[in-house]
């Protein structure tokens, strides 16, 4: 990584320079049996039409406050770096009440409906699907982003200082999530079984891989597998670290 980088984009772009084709996130739902596998390339395309989206049709600016209500999932990690890329602060499991806008899964819309900004429902279903009704007051992703963009260009730098991410009721400015992030990362393929509620899940599901040239193995229902499944995954995977 650069050592000029300073903000979660920072990194993602300088991955994409250093290596476009190399695996980022895999995403197994053990609920559902879905894979996911992105690279770089691909994640960072997610990332850019999802900025698009945040910064032009939802008219999102630095500053403002996304709260998602968001599992440990592939899509999570495209928003997390999304916010990033406009300079808006990602609040995860934040109160949609004080938000300027929310982001909800389809488990969570009844409690997003306290933003009074835009709200955005993910049905997260596999390959990316969209809702079979969209719910009312809600723009759906899936319908709305692949008309985006690929290339995202912010309408204001983002300042590094600024805060950037909240999570479990801790602040964290775009800097100190590169800092954390590179201190903690090791590099290595890791398989996070952890929820995206703590800055531990957040660093060993996306931050950490991505400051450090590592890659994710991001698992949701996780215990559904059993030791036995787990243990054929590491292999096949090939991953060298577990966190769970």
């Known amino acids: 990584m650069n050592a000029t980088d300073r903000t979660p984009a920072d990194l993602l772009r300088s991955a994409l320079a250093a290596d476009p084709g190399r695996p980022l996130v895999t995403f197994y739902d053990d609920a559902t049996g879905e894979r996911v596998e992105l690279s770089v390339a691909t994640f960072a395309n997610w990332v850019a039409k999802t900025s698009n989206l945040l910064q032009g049709d939802l ?76 719910p009312d007051g809600f723009v759906d992703y899936a319908v709305e982003v692949p008309g985006q963009g690929d290339r995202f260009v912010p309408f204001a730098p983002v300042d ?43 660093s060993a599901g996306l931050y950490g891989a991505l400051a450090t040239g590592g890659s994710v193995v991001l698992c949701r229902h996780l215990e559904r597998l059993g030791e036995e499944g787990l243990a054929k995954r590491i292999e096949s995977e090939r991953v060298t670290a577990v966190r769970r």
């Open 160 to 202: 590094p200082d600024e805060p950037a991410l909240i999570v479990a009721g801790r602040e964290f400015s775009a800097a100190e999530v590169v800092e954390r992030a590179r201190a903690e990362g090791t590099g290595d393929r890791v398989l996070s079984g952890l929820p995206y509620d703590t800055w531990d899940g957040l």
């Open 59 to 134: 008219a999102a600016a630095p500053g403002d406050r996304v709260t998602l209500l968001l599992p440990a999932h592939w899509q999570t990690a495209v928003w997390l770096l999304a916010c990033a890329s406009v300079g808006a602060v990602a609040d995860v499991g934040g109160d949609p009440a004080a938000a300027d806008m929310v982001v909800s899964g389809p488990d969570t819309l009844e409690a997003a409906r306290a933003c009074s900004g835009e709200r955005v429902a993910l049905a997260l279903r596999p390959l990316g699907g969209r809702f079979p009704q969209p």
